[in-house]
C-alpha cells in the first residue's frame, strides 16, 4: 500500500522545516514555500503564492493530497501590521476558504495550523476550547477568520491552536528563542516578558506531534496544541541558563507596557487535556531545551 500523499503549506517557516523532516519519514510529502526555500530543496517541493487563488487551485489538482497541513500565510503580528489589513486577511482567511472548500470537494483532511492568539488573555490561566474567542490583533482575527471558514466549509478537518513555539531555527530562520540564545552565549542582555504567560512547544516537538496526529482517527475537532508547563519567557531564559550554565544577570525583566506599540496578551496558556486524551503529549521544556 502507497503512502498518503500530504501537501504541506509553510514547507519553509519555522514549523514547516520540521514538519519537512518529520512527515517526509512516513509519507509522501509534497511540501511549499513562497519567498525562501530553505529546506524544502531536500523534499518534492513547489512555489505557492497564498495571494493566488488560481495558484492554490492549479497545485491541489496537480497533487490530488490525501491531507493538507495549512501552515503558510501571515504568521506573527509584526508581519500582518506591516502588510495591512486587508492583505493579511487576503492570505490567511481567504486562502484558508479556497484550501478548505477544495478538500472538501475532494475529500481531503485538513489540519489547520492556528494560533493561542485567538485568546484574549484576559480569562485566567489554562483556557479550554470552548473560552471566549477575542483576538487582540490583525494577525490573531485573521487566524480565526480562517477558523471559521475551515468549519464552515470542509467535512473533514482539525485546527490546532499552537502556542508560542521555540527552538533553533533551521537555515537562517529566527525566533525569539534563538535570539535569546545569541545574547546569552555573547554575554549580551535579553529583554524577555515576566508578565505573559504561555504554555511553549519546542519546534521539533511539534513537529512530532503532529505527525503523530495524522494516526489518530480523529476529525472536525478543535485543539489547544501545546505544552503542559505554563511559563513566561523570562521563566524559560531561567531554566536555559541553569541548563547551559549561561549568566542568569543577562537576562532582563520586562513588562508588556515597556514595549512601544505592543498589544499585551498576559495569559494564553492553554488546558491541553483533549491532547492527551488523544493520545499526544508533548515532551517536558528541559528536556527539550
Known amino acids: 500500500m502507497s503512502p498518503l500523499k500530504v501537501l504541506l503549506t509553510g514547507g519553509s517557516g519555522l514549523l514547516g522545516q520540521y514538519l519537512n523532516i518529520s512527515l517526509s519519514s512516513k509519507y509522501e510529502l509534497i511540501t511549499t514555500y513562497y519567498s525562501e526555500k530553505r529546506n524544502c530543496i531536500n523534499y518534492n517541493y513547489r512555489k505557492l503564492n497564498l495571494e493566488n487563488n488560481s495558484e492554490i487551485i492549479r497545485l491541489f489538482n496537480e497533487i490530488k493530497p490525501d491531507i493538507i497541513i495549512h501552515a503558510g500565510g501571515v504568521s506573527n503580528s509584526n508581519i500582518a501590521d506591516e502588510l495591512g489589513k486587508e492583505l493579511t486577511y487576503k492570505i490567511n482567511a481567504e486562502a484558508a476558504k479556497i484550501i478548505s472548500d477544495l478538500c472538501n470537494q475532494n475529500n481531503t483532511k485538513l489540519i489547520y495550523i492556528s494560533t493561542d492568539l485567538v485568546y484574549d488573555g484576559e480569562q485566567g490561566e489554562f483556557i479550554t476550547e470552548s473560552a ?34 521555540f527552538g533553533n531555527g533551521l537555515n537562517g530562520s529566527q525566533n525569539f528563542f534563538t535570539f535569546m540564545i545569541d545574547n546569552l552565549k555573547n554575554q549580551k542582555p535579553v529583554k524577555l516578558f515576566v508578565d505573559q504567560y504561555r504554555t511553549p512547544l519546542e519546534l521539533s516537538d511539534s513537529a512530532r506531534m503532529i505527525t503523530e496526529l495524522l ?3 480523529i476529525t472536525n475537532e478543535i485543539i489547544n496544541f501545546g505544552g503542559r508547563e505554563r511559563i513566561s519567557r523570562y521563566e524559560l531564559g531561567e531554566l536555559v541558563c541553569n ?29 491541553t487535556d483533549k491532547l492527551s486524551k488523544i493520545g499526544i503529549q508533548s515532551k517536558n521544556l528541559i528536556d527539550v531545551l
Do not use: C, G, H, W
Request: no cysteine; aromatic share 10%.
Open 243 to 271: 541548563k547551559y550554565n549561561f549568566d542568569p544577570s543577562y537576562l532582563i525583566k520586562t513588562k508588556m507596557s515597556e514595549i512601544p506599540n505592543y498589544t499585551a496578551v498576559a495569559d494564553v496558556s492553554m488546558n
Open 132 to 165: 471566549e474567542l477575542n483576538p487582540k490583533t490583525v494577525y490573531a482575527e485573521s487566524k480565526l477568520a480562517a477558523e471559521f471558514e475551515v468549519q464552515k466549509l470542509s467535512s473533514n478537518y482539525l485546527i490546532l491552536r499552537m502556542a508560542l513555539m
Open 215 to 217: 494516526d489518530k482517527k
